[in-house]
C-alpha cells in the first residue's frame, strides 16, 4: 500500500537557518503530494501541494518539488524564523480516485532566536 | 475561511462509558467528513470517510460498531466512540471537505481521549 516516510524530529534550528525537511514516498500510479503544518493548538493547513512529476509547491517562503525518479518531496526554506515553529506533515493522496490521505509520522521544528 | 471545529478539545472518560465527539464546519457545507486517529510520534491514520446523509466507509480494521460514525447535516459529524477501554485513548481528529477531494481537507484541532 502508499507509505510515506518523513525524517524524524525534532529538529532544533536557529533562527535565519537553512531548512530541510525530507520526504519519500512509496505509492502506486500518479499521487498528489503535500506538505501540511500544525501550529500549537490549531488543526493542520495545508503548506503547499504538487500534483504533477517536476512540480514546485510554494508558500510563505516553503518549498518542496515533486520528484518521481526518487519519490521524494522535501521541504525546504532558505531562512527560517521563530513563527515556523510547528509540526509538518508530508502525505499523499491516491491516485485511480482514491482521495484517501495517507500522512508521514510528522516532524517537529523549533526555532531559536 | 474554511474553519472546523471540534468539541470537546479534550475528555477523560471510565472504561466501559461511551464518548461522543462533535466536529463542525463553521463556514462551508461539509458534503464529505474523515476521522483520523493519531497516536504519538506516529501518523495520522484515517478511520473512516462519511458522506453527509449516507454511512461512513471504515478503514480495514476499524471496528464500525465501536466507533460509530453519524454525519446528519452538511456542518455536523460525530464520532462516538462505544464501551471506551483504556486502548481507545488517542488524539481523534475530524477534517471536512465541500468537494469531496482529499485535496481540499480542513482539518479539526483534535480531541484528547483518555479513558480510565
Known amino acids: 500500500g502508499d507509505s510515506v516516510t518523513q525524517m524524524e524530529g525534532p529538529v532544533t534550528l536557529s533562527e535565519e537557518a537553512f531548512l530541510t525537511i525530507n520526504c519519500t514516498y512509496t505509492a502506486t500510479g500518479y499521487p498528489s503530494l503535500f506538505w501540511y503544518v500544525q501550529y500549537p493548538g490549531e488543526g493542520l493547513q495545508l503548506l503547499l501541494k504538487a500534483t504533477k512529476a517536476d512540480d514546485k509547491g510554494s508558500n510563505k517562503g516553503f518549498e518542496a518539488t515533486y520528484r518521481k525518479e526518487t519519490t521524494s518531496f522535501h521541504l525546504e526554506k532558505g531562512s527560517v524564523q521563530v513563527s515556523d515553529s510547528a509540526v509538518y506533515f508530508c502525505a499523499l493522496s491516491g491516485d485511480f480516485g482514491n482521495e484517501k490521505l495517507t500522512f508521514g509520522t510528522g516532524t517537529r521544528l523549533t526555532i531559536i532566536p | 475561511g474554511a474553519v472546523v471545529s471540534q468539541h470537546p478539545s479534550w475528555v477523560i472518560c471510565k472504561s466501559g462509558t461511551s464518548v461522543k465527539i462533535e466536529c463542525r464546519s463553521l463556514d462551508f457545507q461539509a458534503t464529505t467528513m474523515f476521522w483520523y486517529r493519531q497516536f504519538p510520534k506516529q501518523s495520522l491514520m484515517l478511520m473512516a470517510t462519511?458522506?453527509?446523509?449516507?454511512?461512513?466507509?471504515?478503514e480495514q480494521g476499524v471496528e464500525k460498531d465501536k466507533f460509530l460514525i453519524n454525519h446528519a447535516s452538511l456542518t455536523l459529524s460525530t464520532l462516538t466512540v462505544t464501551s471506551a477501554h483504556p486502548e481507545d485513548s488517542s488524539f481523534y481528529i475530524c477534517?471536512?471537505?465541500?468537494?469531496?477531494?482529499?485535496?481540499?481537507?480542513?482539518f479539526g484541532p483534535g480531541t484528547r481521549l483518555t479513558v480510565t
Open positions: 462519511s458522506n453527509e446523509g449516507s454511512k461512513a466507509t471504515y
Open positions: 477534517s471536512a471537505s465541500s468537494k469531496g477531494q482529499a485535496i481540499e481537507q480542513y
